[in-house]
């Protein structure tokens, strides 16, 4: 309903861990009036934004939200095929940090300005 009032459709992506007694979850949304930048990508066809990120905490009755931003890397309509490891976003979760390792790859080629970590417990 909402596409047909005019608002337009969102993707997103999902990270989570869950330590058994504790939930954390990072998704990214991408949406055309929330994400900022756009980064230079190395081919045609596939776009990099900055859009609105969000880490989660669910541990016992209680949950902690902490906004951010990162990348979200989309193929544009009509982008030539290529092989499924080209374009890839990876996180894993770094135990000595305590963060989530963010890596983008483009066309097998690293983005740089994407790479981030995400700590769990940031100091304020």
């Not at 047909?4 to 058994?20: C, D, K, L, P, T």
């Not at 596939?46 to 209680?62: A, D, G, Y």
Request: hydrophobic content about 35%.
């Amino acid at each position: 309903m909402s596409i047909a009032v005019g608002n337009r459709g969102a993707s997103e992506w999902h990270f989570s861990i869950n330590f058994q007694t504790k939930l954390v979850a990072l998704s990214v949304l991408s949406t055309p009036y929330l994400c900022t930048d756009e980064y230079p990508s190395p081919t045609q066809g596939i776009r990099i934004k900055v859009c609105p990120s969000r880490l989660v905490t669910f541990q016992s009755n209680s949950y902690s939200v902490i906004d951010g931003a990162a990348c979200f890397v989309e193929k544009t309509p009509g982008a030539p095929a290529e092989d499924s490891t080209a374009t890839v976003t990876y996180a894993a979760y770094d135990v000595p940090s305590r963060s989530i390792r963010l890596r983008y790859t483009v066309s097998h080629q690293e983005i740089d300005r994407c790479a981030q970590s995400v700590p769990l417990h940031p100091e304020n």
